[in-house]
Structures are given as C-alpha cells and as structure tokens.
C-alpha cells in the first residue's frame, strides 16, 4: 500500500508542478515505483514539464467517468525501468469534471500498486484544491520567499489542518536567492518557517538551470550537477525517512581569495 | 385571618420599592397591583416623577410579563419604572452569563483566512497570522504573536484589553473602536509585552502591558493572596 503526497501552495506560479515533477522524478531515481498525478484539469502542465506531452491517449477524467482503464491513461516514462508514471489531466473540460470523492476512489486504486503517488494540485482554494487533496495521505507546502506566497501558503496549511485526514504538512521554500536573503531584502529561511511553524523539508535555491531543464521537458533532477537537484534529491530522501542537514546556500565559485583564505582555514 | 397582601409598598431615600409576592398566580398579582397603585395614586401629591424598583422573589417573569408589569406602573402618573429585580433566571441565561465570564482556553495558530469567536475573554496559547481575526465579547489574551485582527469586545464592552506577547496587529479593534498600522511601518523595534485598551478620549491606546494593573483593576478574579 503506498502513499499520496499531494504538493500545494494556494498561490500560482511558486513552483508546485516543478516541485511535483521533480519529487517524483528522485523518488524513481531513488528505486520506488511512483506516480505523478496532474490534478490541474483544464490547464495540464505536468506532462510538459516531464516532456510527456506527445504520449497522452487517455486522461484523469476519462478514467474517473469509466471511458478507460487506469492503467491505460497512465504515461510510461521511458528513462526509468518501471519505475515512474504519470496520470495527465484533462485540458478539455474544467476542475468540476471531477468530484473529491472520485479522486479519493482513484487514488486508493493507484495506492495499491505504487509506492508513491505524487499530487499535482492547482493553484486557488476551490474544487480543484479540494478535489487534490481528497486522497492525500500527506501534504507539501510550496512556497517562495515573498510575503504574498507565504501568506497564501498560512492559508493554505489552515485548510490542511481543517482537512484531518492529512498528516501534519511540510514546507518546502523554492526560489532562494542567497544574496537578497542576506540582505534582508527577502524573507529568510528561518522566518518564514517560524511565521508558518510547520517542518521544513527541504529548500530550494533559484536556479536558471530549472528554467532550461523544464523547456526540455527533462526534470532537474535528472541532472546530478544541478544544486537545485541535489536539494530535490535531498527532498525525496527525507520524504523516505532520511535525516539530511539542510544544504548550505553560499556560492561554490568563492573568489580566489576566498579559496586562498579557506585553504588557511579562515572564516 | 387577614388575607395576606400579595402587593407591598415600601418607600426608601431612592423611590418606592415594590415587592411583589411569589405564591400567588401572575393574574391576581396584576389584579392587586393596579389596585394598590391606583389608590396609592390618590394620597400622592402631584409632584416631581418617583423611581421604582420592582421585587419579584421568586417569580419568573418572562420578557411579555416583564413588560406588561412596567406598562401596569408606568400608566399610573408620576412612576418611573427602574428594574425589576428577580431570583429566578432562566438555563439559557445562565449559560449565556456563563459563556460570557469564561476564559476560553485555545491552543493553535490562527492562519490567514481563519476566525475565532468566543463569547467571553479568549486565552490563545498560538500565533494570530496575518489574515487571520479573533474575536471575544470579552478580553483577548495571546500568548504567541499578534500579526492579524484581534477584536476584543464585541458586544460594546469598552473596558475590554487585547494582549500580547509580541504586538503587531494589521488592526485591533475594541468595542467600535478601531486602530490600524501605519501604512509604512518601518520599526523593527521589538513589540513584545504590550497591551492594547480604550482611553478616555475613546481612542485605542498600545502601551506596556504593566499599565493595566493601573487601568482595569476589574481584571482581577483571583481573592486574596498574600
């Protein structure tokens, strides 16, 4: 029996299907068998980013209103063996298409062969985020550093907590620009995790690399250079129960100087 | 045996008290009463209007009776009815009065979109984020940080005092009193300990939460101690 992680933040744009793609895309890579479901119906963009677009035949609703097997709409990806899947959206219709109880219905059905199944939910606080977390047995929180996403993400946790049958949610901070953090022109870590008082799960660094990798359709953390795929990495692992500090943001290209005075151990 | 007056008039510095027996049925109460009042009328002089204070024992009146008693008094000349004063208060009363004086005890976080009402003084062992309001017909303590709407009482009750362990409403509302933070609030001075209560001049004051000792003495439940 596997478990449902439905990734949400209330506000658009912070970065829920990157987050979503990539979680599950170090799920695989860390050997368990997953599935992305894209919930966002009427504007999929799931399949995009995992560069899946092309293979869609059969979508979420089709299955829900019985045109298709599940097994049928689910879209193999060909870079792992088995191991990932990704159930698209319909683009046709809107979010009423699909009713909470429907969801919950077929995300038992996909808990009983996956390990994970990873939740896509839109943006907003409207059926579509009802019908997203309708099945979830967890929750991640995405948020950035502005005071605008953080505050849809204290709302968002409010309806989680509401919603009961969700364990308690995790944070996950995307888009850290180190330099405005030190500057104090943005949020820092440690005062939106007070502000919002969940766990924190992971941090993200803003990382043009994201952008481009998305374009292709090939998930971050397909790439093992990438600073932002190792912190997804580093995610994925705490999602199955490990303990990883937290990464350091501080640039690797220090200055010469900089090298010289670490080489002499100087702070 | 003389029957015994269901009807008696007393006269005291501040008007007449009248008490009114609680044995006997509500319409031969009524029956004396526009009696006595009507020949009491007559060895009173036309003078300035006397109070009334009216003692029902034992009686419950509901709120048509209560009235119909006031209007009884009020027809005679020169009565100005006051109170009626009862032993007798009906569950839901009670339970109002109750709900009303208690200290409701509340352990979270208030986030953005969330309310919470209590009907007497509310204690918040949490944070209020911003977005989120609490509101109580009573006092609002916090024991986290205030960064939403606290409206402390709701029902008109001046007296009543927000406070909080770290003060930074987006507003605090008291009664119909209304404060707000200033558009550009740039001081990161650390509020903690504050209070927050209507001044004379009916104006919501923030000041250090030890001025309260001075200013809502009525705070204190607790007798004796030494």
């Given at each position: ?44 963009n799931?399949?995009v ?103 849809d ?12 049958t969700?364990?308690s ?12 953090m ?15 008082s969940?766990e ?68 | 045996?003389?029957?015994?007056q ?53 009686r419950?009146?509901?709120?048509a ?15 100005v ?13 009670v339970?109002?009065?109750?709900a009303?004086?208690?200290?409701v ?35 609002i ?10 409206h ?14 770290s ?10 009193c ?49």
């Amino acid at each position: 029996m596997g478990e449902a992680i439905v990734i949400t933040s209330g506000k658009g744009g912070v970065g829920k299907t990157t987050t979503s793609a990539n979680i599950g895309t170090a799920l695989a890579l860390q050997g368990k068998k997953v599935c992305l479901v894209d919930t966002d119906i009427g504007l999929r963009n799931l399949d995009v980013v995992m560069g899946l677009e092309n293979r869609i035949i059969y979508d979420l609703v089709d299955v829900v209103e019985g045109r298709c097997k599940i097994h049928q709409a689910l879209v193999k990806d060909k870079r792992f063996e088995d191991l990932l899947y990704l159930l698209p959206a319909a683009q046709t219709v809107d979010k009423s298409a699909v009713t909470p109880e429907q969801m919950h219905k077929l995300i038992n059905e996909l808990k009983q062969d996956y390990d994970y199944i990873v939740i896509d939910c839109p943006a907003g606080i409207e059926q579509g985020f009802q019908n997203a977390i309708a099945g979830a047995d967890r929750a991640i929180v995405v948020t950035t550093p502005e005071v605008s996403a953080v505050r849809d993400a204290d709302r968002i946790i409010g309806l989680l907590e509401k919603a009961n049958t969700i364990e308690s949610p995790k944070l996950v901070i995307n888009r850290i620009r180190n330099h405005m953090m030190k500057t104090g022109d943005m949020l820092d870590v440690d005062e939106i995790t007070t502000h919002l008082s969940i766990e924190l799960i992971g941090i993200v660094a803003d990382d043009e690399e994201v952008i481009k990798a998305s374009n292709h359709g090939e998930p971050i953390a397909l790439n093992p250079n990438s600073k932002a795929s190792i912190a997804y990495r580093n995610i994925a692992r705490r999602i199955l129960g490990e303990s990883i500090p937290l990464q350091p943001l501080e640039d690797k290209n220090k200055s010469v100087f900089g090298k010289i005075k670490q080489f002499f151990g100087v702070r | 045996m003389k029957k015994r007056q269901n009807v008696t008039i007393k006269g005291t510095k501040d008007g007449i008290v009248l008490h009114l027996d609680d044995s006997c049925s509500y319409y031969e109460l009524k029956k004396e009463l526009d009696e006595k009042l009507s020949e009491n009328q007559r060895t009173q002089a036309e003078r300035q209007s006397t109070p009334v204070k009216v003692d029902v024992g034992n009686r419950y009146l509901n709120d048509a009776q209560r009235e119909e008693i006031k209007d009884l008094i009020r027809q005679k000349k020169n009565l100005v009815v006051g109170e009626i004063e009862s032993n007798v208060v009906t569950k839901a009363e009670v339970d109002k009065l109750k709900a009303e004086n208690e200290v409701v005890t509340v352990s979270r976080i208030i986030r953005s979109g969330q309310v919470l009402e209590v009907p007497g003084d509310l204690l918040l062992i949490g944070d209020v984020n911003p977005g989120g309001t609490v509101i109580a017909g009573g006092n609002i303590f916090i024991m986290g940080s205030l960064k939403g709407i606290a409206h402390a009482g709701v029902f008109g009750n001046d007296q009543a005092v927000i406070t909080a362990s770290s003060m930074q409403p987006s507003q605090l509302r008291i009664s119909d009193c209304l404060n707000r933070a200033p558009d550009n609030a740039q001081n990161n001075d650390k509020r903690e300990m504050e209070c927050a209560y209507i001044d004379e001049n009916h104006q919501i004051i923030v000041d250090r939460l030890q001025v309260l000792i001075q200013l809502r003495p009525n705070l204190n439940r607790f007798e004796g101690g030494h």
